[in-house]
Every structure is written in C-alpha cells, then in structure tokens.
C-alpha cells in the first residue's frame, strides 16, 4: 500500500546582501539614501551670505513592482546610527500595503545583519508600495559640510534713492561644488508683502532684460505685488563641470520710503531646487546591510509505507521542493532542511523537539544551491528514505532573499521640501535704499600726450531730495604737481576748499572741496560734460591738472573720497578715460596702456584706500 501525504510549511528567513558591486542597476526592490538640506541666505549689493541650518537624512524603501505576487515580506534595512552627529531614526511616512514597521536595536538572528546599531523592519511591504525613515546631522559637527553648489549675486549698484523710479541689474552666477552633475532650477519673486520677504515701502517692481548662460529665463505675473513681470523662473540649468552660469536680470522700482538714513530692505527671494546624485555620507556607509523575501513555496513530498527487506511495512520517502512565485523578483536559495517526527500524538506535535525527530530523516542542504531562481523556477531536494513503524510527520524549510541584482541601492541630495514655497532653500535679497538725497562721486584720469593728466571729480545726487552741504576729497600722488588753477562748475557751488599735508609718504597732500546742497535728480552717468546738471545744480564738476617729475606713480591717483553717510559707494570706484574718450568702468586692464603713455620711468601700481 502506497500513500501519498503533502505537507506545505513556509518559514521566510532572509539572506545577506553582498557588497555595493553585487547590486543591480534597476532593481524593483528600490532603497534610496537622500539628503536634504535646509539652507537659507541674504542677498545684499556685496554678495551671499548663507547658513546650511541641518541636514536631514532619509532611507526611502521602495518595492516597484507592480503584481501582487511580487509582495516582501521580512524587510530589514540596517542603519549605521554610530555617528555622534547622527541623532534620532523614525518613521516618516508610507503609501501602500505596508504593515508591521518597526525600529529594533538588532535584526533577527536568521538574518545575519550586521553593520548597523539600528535596524528597520518591515513585515510586508506590497507591491507598489514605499515607507520612509528619517533622521538628522547635527550639522557643526560633520565635516567638511557644505552645499553642492555655489551660489552667488551682486548688484550694479549698492544703494538706490526713493521716490524715484530707479533701475539695478542683479547678476546670480552658480556653480557646482562637487564632482558630480548638479541639476538646479530657481524661482525669483520680487515682493512688496512683509510676510514673503519684502517691504510695503515699494510701490513699484518688475522685472525685465532677462538672459541667462545656460538654460531657459521666463518672466511672469507673481503672487507678491500687484505689478506684473515680477517673477522669473530659471530653468533647465544642468552644473556638469566647474564653470560659473551666470543670470542677469534688471529690476525696475520705485519706494514711498521717506526717512533720510540709509536703510537696507528686502525686496524679494529666490527659491533654489537641486538634485544630484551624491551624498555628503556613502550610502553604503550609512545602509551597511539590505534582506527581503518574497513569494516563495516550500512543499514537502512524503511517501510510503514501503516493504523493508522482512517485509514490514516500515520504510518512507521524503523529499523537498522550492519554487518562486514572484513575478518581477529573482531569489537566491541559500539552505533548505527536511526531517521527520514522530507524528503518533498530533496534541503535542512539536516539529522542533528533538526528542520526536525520527533517525535518518534530517538532511540540510547548505551547497551547493542555486545561485538564482528566476520567477516561476524550482529547485528539488533528492529523494531520501528512512525506517518508521509508525506515521511520520514530514517538514521542510528554507531559507532565501531576494536576488541582490533584484535590489538597487540609489542616493542624491536634494534641498529640503517647503510646503509654502517648494523649497526651503531661500535668498533672501535686501537693496539699500535712501529716502533723501544720494551722492554719487566719479573719478577720470585722462592722460594727454604732453605727459601730464587732467583730473574730472563729478559729484552727484542722484536721490530725490536736497543734500547737505557736501566735502569731496582728493590726494596728490607723491612727485606730482598741480598746473594752473582749479576750477569748479558751476563755481558758486564751491563753499570752500582747502589742503593739508597726510601721514601716508605716497601723497603729497589732501585736498577737500565744501559743496554747497546739491537739487536731486542727477542722471548718475558720471559724465563731466553734463552741462544740464551742472545748469540745475545737481551735477559738480570739479577740475585740474597734474603732472608727474622723477619716478612717480599714476595708479595712486586712482583715489577719490566723499562723506560717506550718503554717498552711492563708501569708497568709490575711479573711472580712466582714455585719449580716444572711452570710458571704462575697470580700470585695471588699462593700467598697462597708461604705463605706456607715461614712459619707462613711470611704475604703475594699483592701490586701494578705504
């Protein structure tokens, strides 16, 4: 008499994932370490200042595929959480069927995890379905932080009057901080509402001249005045080398702002959106360890009794059989067991007592084993027999996970999400504006063929209201020497003048000029030939000529000073005019030009006072 019993037993016991190289490319089981960084900053006319606040880190476990058959079941993901600047690991959010997530302090012993002080487990995590864990740097403590890209601005100009329609061009440059490409897009909002970086003092603001080095610039209607063109989107923009991209873009504006001191006030923000494929932290390092299962079948085959040798009834035969039910997922069988027990009293059947196991019917498969079984495979133990009198109980189990080319482990940094403004990596951008009158002084050093050098000081307001009375100063190089008189346009401006030797050996003196108040309105071009300006008393002109004996330097001429309280520049930027009536706002690719035309004697050096 034969019979045929099958008993199914399914123990999901996961295996170890191998090292980084072993992981596939495009695996549905998708394991994701991204950063993200809070960053904010403030723009003024002298360039960016930011703060990276924290970096918060999150583990993504993501099994795309689609049938359900692809279900896993008994996902850990080992965290290394030894890092003192690593704080805290919870649960963020899911989607999907995931059941049974927890944080334990070590893995389940099957699992021969290691690598990690904290480890994430999910019982099931169905198809098409992802949770999330997160936890934060402390960021004074980790080294050599930084964002991965560099960004900057500045201003054409450094301060603006009020109640006046004015114009600045901002230049935003970018450029990557990482060996890696960097993929940026930025919003700018120009803003008038306190509670979104601006300032209720503007009446008027848009944008326009827009053009950017890479990518594409749209201007359009933003939510934060009532203008329009007031926002631009910069897109597209791909940092995939150490080359600066550059956006220019002018902002037009008008303020009600009335009191006379300086004030700087914001005007609006830039939103920045990254994404690269790096991470401050190797992922790696970070997720030392990944195991799942999935849809497997372990069935185990018994059959007998068989006639021994004396004829007794008494010998079985047992045999296992694994097959992948997955649909998407490949598997690696690592060990499968088959045994027998003593099955008389089903009341305290225990299949792990070994006091109930049955000689001969305990077999271990370690290797060799399949390296993979491909969705629908199988794999069968060989067919072995023992001796029992009575009806045995036949089991089987394995131990399996999930392919390692079946799980890719995938890392970025991106700027941390906002609610509000898609990004909570903002600019804020602040101009300084003065309510009252605003000094604009310009220096040309025009060099003549005779070898001497006729010096223009223009002074300007180009603020909306009247000045004060206002002193522009000027030093006379060492070795040169005033020719003629000085004339000031026009000259009932001039209140007084006067000089007075300096302690600096390089000048021979100083010279101050008292203005008398100068009328508002002033064009700010610095030209010396602005006879309608000089005409409404808003432009000054002040004139003379120098020449040089000996060894003397020209470049120290390249100095120029004006009450700065408010003044356009706290030092300001002198202009060279050449013979031809150029004017470059640059000087110092000039400097070798005017050595030329002063002679081998002559030592050009640029020089810098405050």
Known sequence: MKKYIALISLLCIIGAISAVSAYGTN????????????????????GITSNIHNITAYIIINNTATDVNDTLNDVWVAVNMQNNNITGLEYYNKSGIVLGNNVADSPDPKTNLSGGNKYIHICTLGNNSWIIYKFSYNVSNVPNVGAPIIVNESYSTTKVSANEIVNWTVHMTLQRNTTSDVSVKITKYLSNDYNNYGNSTWTLLNISK???????????????TSNNNDALNWTDILL????????????????????????????????????????????????????????GQISADKQGPEQDANGNYVVWYENATFKNKAKSYSFNLTNVNIWAVNG??????????????????????????????????????????????????????????????????LNRSVNEYS???????????????????????????????????????????????????????DLIPQNFSIIGNISVNESYMLNNTGNHSVSNPKYNMSI????????????GDGSYN?????????????????NGTGTFYPSDAFIVGIDPTHSLLPTTSPKITLVSGAIA???????????????????????KNN
């Not at 695996?27 to 002298?46: D, F, Q, R, S």
């Not at 804020?428 to 010096?455: A, C, R």
Request: with cysteine.
């Open 27 to 46: 695996g549905p089981l998708k394991v994701t370490y991204e950063e993200k960084y809070n960053i904010t900053g403030n723009a003024t006319a002298n």
């Open 210 to 224: 827009n053009e950017s080095s890479t990518g594409s610039t749209v201007v359009w209607n933003g939510p934060y």
């Open 240 to 295: 995939s080398d150490n080359s600066i991209q550059q956006l220019n873009f002018t902002v037009t504006a008008n303020s009600s702002y009335s009191n006379r001191n300086a004030s700087e006030i914001p005007y609006g923000f830039a939103v920045i959106y990254f994404n690269y494929s790096n991470t401050h932290y190797n992922a790696t390092d970070v997720i030392p360890g990944i195991f799942a299962s999935g849809y």
């Open 344 to 409: 008389s009293n089903p009341t305290t059947l225990d299949p792990f007592n070994t006091t109930y196991l049955i000689n001969g019917s305990n077999h271990t498969y370690g290797s060799p084993l399949p390296t993979s079984l491909a969705p629908g495979a199988h794999w069968n133990t060989s067919k072995y027999n023992f001796t029992f009198s009575n009806v045995p109980v036949v089991w089987a189990n394995c131990t399996f996970k999930v392919a390692d080319n079946n799980i890719t482990i």
């Open 419 to 473: 609610t509000k403004y898609g990004s909570t990596y903002i600019i804020t951008e602040y101009m300084q504006i003065v309510g009252g009158y605003l000094i604009k002084v310009t220096k040309h050093i025009i060099p003549n063929k005779d070898g001497t050098y006729d010096i223009y000081i223009v002074v300007e307001n180009i603020g909306s209201a009247k000045s004060p009375y206002i002193y522009a100063y």
């Open 512 to 523: 101050y000029w008292a203005l008398n108040p100068l009328n508002g309105g002033a064009d």
């Open 530 to 546: 602005d006879s309608t300006g000089m005409q409404n008393n808003e432009t000054v002109v002040i004139h003379y000529k120098l």
């Open 585 to 607: 706002e640059n000087y110092e690719p000039l400097l070798m030009l005017l050595s030329g035309l002063v002679g081998i004697g002559c030592i050009i050096r640029r020089r």
